[in-house]
């Protein structure tokens, strides 16, 4: 039987200002054992998948909200200051990067969750329609959910300087609404969960796990950002990854949440944005030989990768939010059991048909420097020091979020000149990890192919 146990809550959540970078390195050993039936442990010390040939789209946090909704007013202007994606642009945005993905000869396109601001039942009807257009050029299309799409407390309208609640939906109405994007045609579903296996191309498995915890949302307050999976979901994931290693099948999977650390300290400081017991879950998938999980939430486009003592290993392709600089979307391509990655951007919307690319960085790197100098201000911080401290924030977070993050000649991740003493104190609680980011790990983040048998990528 399996023994895994009911995940614990990791440390609370800190101001997601951490910027760094993991390297492909070496972890230690699981605690957890499988249900060792008869044969199970030969089956997964032999079975060696064969990929066969696909080629799809990752598109992640869209963040979508229809202008009916409101895009003006007091309001409306307290939440985009309170969380700088670009809503306002939200539509325009997915709507130039979902005619992209039509346009291209691709067998399916996966969405790993956030499909809405914040759960609004006609957002919902929105990406569904855009998902539908892409079905009808031949694409077959593939949901999980992200912690803002089910259950949100907070689905408003904005009108004038108020807003005022609209609806939003429940898991069922989720999967309903997304019946043709993985749920009505699925070969397995889980009976706790709203994660589900499809075959989007002959012998190859996509595994699309929910792993949001909506369940303890609440109306008038914030959904739960973390994530995790329960006991009887996580018995589901080993009973349907074994069926795919008896069956001969390979396997991919999509979540939300992060399944790998990307950067040191990511889940002690950042735990809303790892799932819990990371360590323990990446290694599972492993072991029954699930190479590549592709995500998103923390809005970076960033590979991290892990491999263990035996040679055992896994990576976590974390694709960047559509509605936030670099608006980016992925191409895949699977062939001769190689993932080949190549990264693409929104460089234009019809609002901003120039330009569009610097506004978008400048709008999250003002919005990166805004919330630093709001939480430094309530510490104290001296305001002659928070341009400072909040510029190479802003640098840090903004690199994070391209990808591929290289210092520029000369300069320093970190300085202290011309700071106060509490103003240094500040900054150098957090200068390992905005150090990290100028130190990205050896796989490129945006452009790759990665041998999916040992692991090397070039």
């Excluded at 592709?294 to 392709?317: E, Y």
Aim: hydrophobic letters at 40%; glycine letters at 8%; charged letters at 25%.
């Amino acid at each position: 039987m399996n023994r895994f146990t009911r995940l614990r809550p990791a440390g609370a959540l800190m101001l997601p200002l951490a910027i760094s970078a993991l390297a492909f390195s070496c972890a230690t050993p699981l605690s957890y054992h499988y249900r060792w039936s008869s044969g199970l442990a030969a089956l997964l010390e032999s079975y060696s998948p064969s990929y066969p040939e696909a080629s799809f789209a990752v598109i992640s946090d869209i963040h979508y909200h229809d202008p009916s909704l409101g895009v003006s007013g007091t309001a409306f202007e307290e939440c985009l200051d309170r969380d700088r994606k670009l809503i306002r642009e939200s539509r325009e945005i997915a709507e130039a990067a979902f005619a992209a993905v039509e346009k291209e000869s691709l067998d399916f396109v996966i969405i790993p969750g956030d499909l809405t601001k914040d759960g609004e039942y006609d957002n919902h009807l929105a990406v569904a329609a855009l998902c539908a257009r892409l079905r009808e050029s031949g694409k077959k299309v593939f949901v999980a959910p992200g912690n803002h799409d089910v259950k949100n407390g907070l689905s408003y309208r904005y009108t004038g300087d108020g807003r005022e609640r609209v609806r939003n939906v429940t898991p069922a109405g989720f999967a309903d609404i997304y019946a043709d994007c993985g749920y009505r045609d699925a070969l397995f579903r889980d009976p706790n969960s709203l994660s589900y296996v499809a075959e989007p191309v002959p012998g190859l498995r996509l595994l699309a796990l929910d792993s949001c915890r909506y369940a303890e949302n609440e109306e008038n307050r914030a959904a739960i950002v973390g994530g995790r999976f329960e006991a009887e979901t996580l018995v589901w994931i080993e009973d349907v990854l074994e069926r795919a290693a008896r069956n001969g099948k390979a396997v991919i999977a999509m979540m939300h949440h992060g399944i790998l650390e990307h950067f040191p300290s990511q889940a002690k400081y950042f735990n809303s944005y790892v799932i819990e017991r990371y360590e323990q879950i990446s290694r599972m998938l492993a072991d029954y030989k699930v190479r590549a999980v592709f995500t998103g939430h923390f809005h970076a486009q960033d590979i991290a990768a892990v491999r263990w003592d035996d040679r055992t290993f896994l990576f976590d392709v974390e694709t960047g939010s559509l509605a936030s600089y670099p608006c980016p979307y992925r191409f895949v391509r699977l062939s001769g059991g190689a993932l080949s990655i190549a990264s693409h951007r929104v460089d234009s919307i019809p609002s901003r048909p120039e330009g569009f690319r610097e506004y978008a960085k400048e709008f999250i790197a003002g919005g990166v420097a805004g919330v630093a100098s709001a939480m430094m201000r309530r510490y104290g911080v001296p305001e002659s020091d928070i341009a400072l401290i909040s510029q190479q924030l802003a640098d840090a977070m903004t690199a994070h979020f391209a990808g591929d993050e290289r210092l520029p000649p000369g300069r320093e991740a970190v300085t202290t000149a011309g700071l106060s003493l509490l103003g240094s104190v500040a900054l150098g609680s957090r200068a390992s990890l905005v150090e990290g980011v100028w130190n990205d790990s050896p796989c490129p983040d945006n452009d790759v192919v990665i041998d999916l048998a040992i692991g090397a990528w070039r």
